[in-house]
């Protein structure tokens, strides 16, 4: 079995959670062909990386990317790090002709994105976005329905929201290693880059591109203390955005997100309207797909809940866990993007969402920042 060995570049949240998917990968799809290895993680931090490495099985580290991406054993780079750094190390990784795979958002905007794309283009070496949310297997199934026509010929809205609310305290600082997606120098923008990116990625899956935009965004705390140097700041991201839009098959969207609704940790659903059904979802209740066909009986018209854990019944990823009716959760969407991968890989095809893919997604979010700042609609 060709081993795949994997550089991770950051050591934070989505680096435990990339790391889970290539650890348990391997045990749940033993029909791959490539099995990953990990062989090397890299931070700035040395005694983080060296804990992080002890932890999850890296046989090496690093606390420079640049001897990480130039290292010859390392097949695969992974980039876990804040916005700001991705276009670099992605360049630096299609130059040295290695797999590049990038947490969301693609970059911190299109300009950006634009010469990722063609660094990998131009290079010819496999690429990948983690907008993971596809993988559940709830949303899975709601695009084979989409795509089987069972909402029928006309779309007519696609509304979604993403909300949480850690953020209300002016005393959360900006910037550093926990809270470097409330700089706007790290990040690019606020809740449009970090929330509404996974929004508009599942939304374009689903529904398909979107045409143009009508935006507005707050920033409820205008200062905040930095979390390095402790000096008290501008806050430059965007702590709550909305926009209307219009997508190419003549539906309406609608999409909402923020980091200041109390209550809400992290609450992303989202609803689509056809002329004949609807589905719906709701992440704290991912492993359900709510449905509506008004061709059902009348007497038996109304929503179902579908409980998407079955084998046979054509629910998808269910059939390598386990028993229909017992759950999985988050992280199996990262199995699942990663399983996925691996067997584009062996096939030599592309696995959606490439950089090209992500794009698009960071299109749409210049798009709507621009029409928050002009208060004008933008097209994509």
């Known amino acids: 079995m060709p081993k795949l060995n994997i550089g991770l570049i950051g050591c934070g949240f989505m680096g435990r959670a990339h790391t889970n998917a290539y650890k348990r990968v391997m045990d749940f799809f033993p029909e791959l062909k490539y099995e990953p290895v990990l062989k090397a993680v890299c931070s700035r931090d040395e005694t983080a990386t060296k804990q992080f490495a002890s932890q999850w099985g890296y046989q090496t580290r690093e606390t420079d990317w640049r001897r990480l991406v130039e290292r010859p054993d390392i097949d695969a780079v992974d980039i876990c790090v804040p916005n700001k750094l991705h276009k670099e190390i992605a360049l630096a990784v299609a130059a040295n002709g290695k797999i590049v795979l990038c947490e969301k958002p693609l970059a911190m905007n299109s300009t950006e994105g634009e010469e990722m794309v063609a660094a990998v283009d131009k290079a010819g070496v496999p690429n990948m976005v983690w907008y993971n949310y596809r993988r559940i297997p709830a949303v899975s199934l709601a695009k084979t329905l989409v795509d ?154 109304g929503w179902r809940s579908i409980h998407v854990t079955d084998h046979g019944g054509g629910h998808p990823y269910m059939d390598k866990w386990w028993v229909p009716g017992l759950l999985i959760g988050y992280e199996h969407s990262f199995v699942h993007q990663c399983a996925d991968f691996l067997a584009t890989l062996e096939r030599g095809e592309p696995c959606a969402p490439t950089f090209c893919d992500a794009l698009q997604t960071q299109r749409v979010c210049d798009a709507v920042l621009k029409s928050a700042k002009t208060r004008r609609w933008v097209e994509v």
């Open 148 to 301: 089987e026509g069972k909402l029928g010929q006309q779309i007519y809205h696609y509304r979604a929201n993403f909300l949480q609310d850690w953020t209300i305290s002016p005393e959360v600082p900006q910037g550093g290693h926990g809270t470097w997606r409330l700089e706007a120098q790290a990040a690019g923008s606020g809740v449009t880059g970090d929330l509404l990116a996974h929004c508009i990625d599942t939304a374009i899956w689903l529904n398909g591109p979107i045409r143009d935009v009508s935006a507005m965004t707050e920033t409820f705390v205008k200062e905040r203390k930095h979390a390095e140097s402790g000096l008290v700041q501008p806050v430059g991201i965007d702590d709550a955005c909305a926009f209307l839009c219009h997508f190419a098959n003549g539906s309406l969207g609608l999409f909402e997100s923020t980091r200041f609704a109390r209550g809400h940790k992290a609450l992303y659903t989202f609803e689509m309207n056809g002329r004949d059904a609807s589905v719906r979802w709701d992440l704290h209740d991912l492993h359900r797909l709510e449905y509506f066909d008004h061709r059902d009986e009348g007497r038996l018209r």
